[in-house]
């Protein structure tokens, strides 16, 4: 029985490892990368159930819907936006910061444009043509 505690151990020490060191920094919680690597090693089995329930984000698929989707609830719908398309900005993302400051101006602008002509078309009220 001790064998099988021990391999369990191993594998799920192993699992953590990895899981850990192919994790984004920003995918980590409580602890830099570092330390939780450390603390798995030096506290294999304490140290991977830790990982596993403290440390680490959840998956990016299930964050997706958040609390509305966990309850059994559709997900708000996103606003409709620009007609251009945007490319998503993240870790992944090669634009630099000022191709993104750029984005969102641009981002911003038709925002505010779009409330003006929301607010113009109140003023003119229900008979106007639009």
Same mark, same amino acid.
């Given at each position: ?17 990895? !899981?850990?060191?192919? *994790?984004?920094?920003? !995918?980590? %919680?409580?602890?830099? %990368?570092? #330390?939780?690597?450390?603390? =798995? ?11 596993? =329930?403290?440390? @680490? ?5 299930? $964050?997706?819907? #958040?609390?509305?989707?966990? *309850?059994? &609830? ?6 409709? #936006?620009? $007609? ?10 090669? @634009?630099?910061?000022? &191709?993104?400051?750029?984005?969102? !101006?641009? +981002?911003?602008?038709?925002?505010? %444009? *779009?409330?003006?002509? +929301? *607010?113009?078309? @109140? +003023?003119? #009220? ?5």
């Amino acid at each position: 029985m001790g064998f099988v505690l021990t391999i369990l151990t191993l594998a799920a020490l192993v699992y953590a490892l990895v !899981d850990i060191i192919m *994790r984004d920094e920003s !995918d980590v %919680k409580h602890l830099p %990368k570092f #330390g939780w690597i450390l603390l =798995v090693v030096l506290l294999p089995l304490i140290g991977t159930v830790l990982w596993f =329930v403290l440390g @680490r984000e959840r998956s990016s698929a299930g $964050q997706r819907g #958040g609390a509305a989707t966990a *309850r059994g &609830e559709a997900a708000p719908a996103a606003p409709a #936006g620009p $007609q251009t398309v945007m490319p998503p900005s993240g870790p992944g993302d090669a @634009r630099s910061t000022e &191709e993104q400051l750029a984005d969102l !101006d641009r +981002e911003i602008e038709y925002y505010e %444009k *779009r409330a003006e002509l +929301e *607010r113009r078309r @109140r +003023e003119l #009220g229900p008979g106007a043509a639009e």
